[in-house]
């Protein structure tokens, strides 16, 4: 009802068919006259000028009316006329994200501290129409409107906090706790995906990692706030912390950490006196990986999932992970469970038969 602080509407028709056995208890006048006795007046609603901007925005949603309509009627919040450092000003032209919108509210916000700014897009690839949690900032069409930085606008092609063109953070190798790379697959949820990012954010301290989902749903598309930090395929990135992400389990993960790992010892110890060069494998050579699997060499080269080179191996017993596809891509074939990928440190030579 009208005057009650969250109120409803549905059709006595609808109610009748959408819920067996229902029957209106109360007649409209009787809903109507509580409504204002018990909740409108009791709670000195009456006594103070109504605020019915929500109204406003759905009968003009539902009358067809136009923004310049809304605008009249609804009172959003106070904007200033330019941004503390004087780069960004009301109605200016600025390109968010890569994607071309006006300026329409500077200032502070309720949902986060600071002074942020909040432009109409052009399309509809935003987030909201000019409200956020309830309060009405500017009024845009739906999925038009953003809020950002300033640093994160740029305007007629050149970045507003440094004077040039905005480039994409840079990604490090490994996470600092060295568990996690570029490239490794890992489960986020319980769901796998692929490390994409790693480094620092612009939404939060710290170190953070992303990733670009292969199973399930994630939120965005590699960028947050304005920011391309890596691509992928709309709502399949994420971003999380080092320590909420598994390695064990994941197709390959654990073996691709644990051949890095021995690869990186390998390297790490002086070779012998007269000790000669690595071994070169090739494709159709009898290993053992592991000291104790023998298989066949499949496969010598780069790989998706991690730097250098790597081999494919074809077990001889089902003691392996894949069957030669990884993450997608196919480097060779052979049966279920009989692949693995791994680097020359974990083989040796099989004895002739």
């Known amino acids: 009802f009208p005057f009650r602080g969250m109120h409803f509407f549905a059709s006595i028709q609808k109610a009748k068919r959408d819920v067996p056995d229902w029957k209106p208890k109360y007649s409209l006048l009787d809903g109507l006259r509580s409504s204002y006795l018990e909740d409108y007046v009791a709670r000195g609603f009456d006594k103070k000028d109504p605020d019915l901007r929500t109204d406003q925005l759905i009968l003009s949603k539902f009358m067809g009316g136009g923004n310049a309509s809304v605008d009249e009627e609804i009172e959003t919040g106070l904007s200033k006329e330019r941004t503390a450092d004087g780069s960004i000003s009301l109605g200016q032209s600025v390109t968010w994200g890569g994607k071309q919108g006006t300026v329409r509210f500077i200032g502070d916000t309720k949902f986060a501290a600071g002074e942020w700014v909040g432009v109409e897009l052009s399309a509809a690839e935003g987030m909201h129409d000019g409200n956020v949690l309830g309060v009405p900032y500017f009024v845009c069409k739906p999925k038009c409107g953003v809020f950002a930085k300033p640093a994160q606008l740029l305007s007629s092609g050149v ?8 480039k994409a953070p840079v990604s490090k190798d490994k996470t600092a706790d060295g568990r996690l790379w570029l490239g490794l697959a890992v489960k986020w949820n319980g769901k796998q995906g692929v490390v994409r990012y790693i480094g620092d954010v612009n939404f939060a301290a710290g170190e953070w990692v992303g990733v670009e989902m292969l199973e399930g749903k994630g939120m965005h598309s590699g960028d947050a706030l304005g920011l391309p930090y890596f691509q992928c395929q709309p709502s399949m990135g994420i971003f999380a912390q080092s320590k909420q992400l598994q390695t064990s389990g994941t197709s390959d993960a654990a073996v691709a950490e644990e051949a890095l790992r021995q690869a990186e010892r390998a390297a ?8 000669g060069s690595p071994i070169a494998y090739q494709e159709g050579q009898r290993v053992l990986w592991s000291s104790k699997y023998a298989g066949t060499v499949r496969y010598v080269g780069p790989v998706k999932f991690a730097a250098g080179e790597w081999i494919g191996v074809e077990l001889d017993e089902e003691a392996g992970r894949n069957n030669g596809t990884f ?4 480097y060779f074939e052979c049966g279920p469970n009989r692949g693995v990928f791994t680097q020359a440190a974990m083989l040796s030579c099989a004895a002739s038969a």
Request: hydrophobic share 45%.
């Open 159 to 166: 970045d507003t906090a440094a004077g040039g063109a905005s």
């Open 268 to 275: 790490s110890q002086p070779v012998a006196a007269g000790a």
């Open 327 to 330: 993450m997608g891509a196919t």
